[in-house]
């Protein structure tokens, strides 16, 4: 069997995306306290209320860790790790424009542009799955 250039490079990404959502959640697990409270901070101007934000920052490492789990283990699961990963970016860039860092934003849309990429890529291998 020959292996494509397609192929590594959608191993790639899915190697460079899921070791980066991976560990994203797995550096901040045990330090959520002060994750939580240092990121905070930072939302304390915006009109989100500080029960959202805080109730988001608790949930985000542990999404963050399960999507690159997802992405990792591949086959079906490295799709729905793709989504929710573009999905939970979706929400960081909404926060992250509230704040008018848009620097950070800037950052935020190349890993949608990743995911976006991602995700096209599982379907251009074939991999049609529902």
Known sequence: MT????????LV??????INMLMHGLVRIPKLNAFVT???????????????????????????????????VGGPFSKWGYFLGGLTVGALLFGTTLKEDWAGAGNQLIYVIA???????????????S
């Open 3 to 10: 292996i494509t250039s397609g192929q590594l490079s959608r």
């Open 13 to 18: 990404i899915r190697i460079g995306l899921g």
């Open 38 to 72: 240092k990121t905070a901070v930072g939302f304390a101007n915006t009109v989100l209320p500080p029960l959202l934000t805080k109730s988001f920052l608790y949930a985000l490492p542990f999404a963050e860790f399960t999507i690159g789990i997802l992405i990792l």
């Open 115 to 129: 995911f976006y990429l991602a995700l096209r890529g599982l379907d251009e291998s074939g991999r049609r799955r």
